[in-house]
């Protein structure tokens, strides 16, 4: 199977993988074609098969990422998926394989990326990727993990910003951030979340991430989406804006 590499050019007639049938998120799904498209004169790169699939990777250069890291000349992995019957047929090897070659011959010092201690939403498996030759470079109390894999060697390790460890959340009602790097966000954020919060009288505030500064100042990792309650960190699980789900992942 063949792989395909977005473009300005063909990018108005490409899926993007995530959120393609799903109807109610077709405005996400657009703002996030939008901010893809933002993206490209600045090293990004989103690699699919040519399959109506979902299998796919986001690269991007270090100092380009919209996340709160510190990486010199890094290639940054955003979302990494590969899902369903694709899975175990060596689509993931094969796309890391394209990215670390991409490192080789620009001279970049080696891969970058962000997820959990456990399984995050949003974010790849980190046992599969250990078991390619990532390391663990840095943990925050929030149990995200940043990984990197090194082409040069003598390079310096990258490091979370310090604005994850700032404790800027407020303390009463539910804190969301959320950005257009996931097509539903938009959606789930401004309509379930809201909805869902209003049900239990809860204190909302939104905050979207919407420039680069504002991504690599985030106070936290994951600015796909991230929910805190009473000042904690609860979940990367875009999910839990649905009334049905609240509930259950909040555990108020």
């Not at 796919?56 to 369903?84: H, K, Q, R």
Request: aromatic letters at 12%; hydrophobic letters at 35%.
């Amino acid at each position: 199977m063949s792989y395909i590499i977005l473009n300005k050019e063909n990018i108005k007639n490409e899926h993007i993988c995530c959120a393609f049938s799903d109807k109610k998120c077709i405005e996400s799904y657009e703002a996030k074609k939008t901010w893809i498209s933002s993206q490209f004169d600045n090293g990004f790169v989103f690699e699919r098969l040519d399959e109506r699939a979902k299998v796919f990777m986001e690269t991007v250069p270090s100092e380009s990422a919209w996340v709160p890291i510190l990486a010199d000349n890094f290639l940054y992995i955003g979302c990494f998926w590969v899902s369903g019957k694709y899975k175990g047929s060596g689509h993931g090897k094969n796309l890391l394989e394209k990215a670390i070659n991409r490192c080789k011959k620009e001279n970049i010092n080696g891969l970058v990326t962000i997820v959990g201690k456990k399984k995050f939403h949003f974010m790849s498996d980190t046992k599969w990727f250990l078991k390619q030759g990532f390391e663990i470079v840095e943990t925050t109390d929030d149990n995200f993990i940043l990984l990197s894999l090194k082409i040069n060697k003598n390079a310096n390790n990258p490091s979370f910003r310090k604005s994850v460890y700032e404790k800027k959340v407020s303390e009463k009602g539910c804190t969301v951030y959320y950005s257009n790097r996931c097509p539903y966000s938009e959606y789930h954020v401004k309509n379930s979340l809201v909805e869902s919060c209003k049900k239990r009288k809860i204190p909302l505030e939104v905050i979207k991430i919407e420039t680069l500064e504002e991504a690599q100042n985030s106070r936290t990792p994951a600015t796909i989406f991230s929910l805190f309650m009473n000042g904690k960190f609860i979940t990367t699980d875009i999910s839990v804006c649905m009334d049905s789900r609240f509930d259950k992942i909040v555990k108020i």
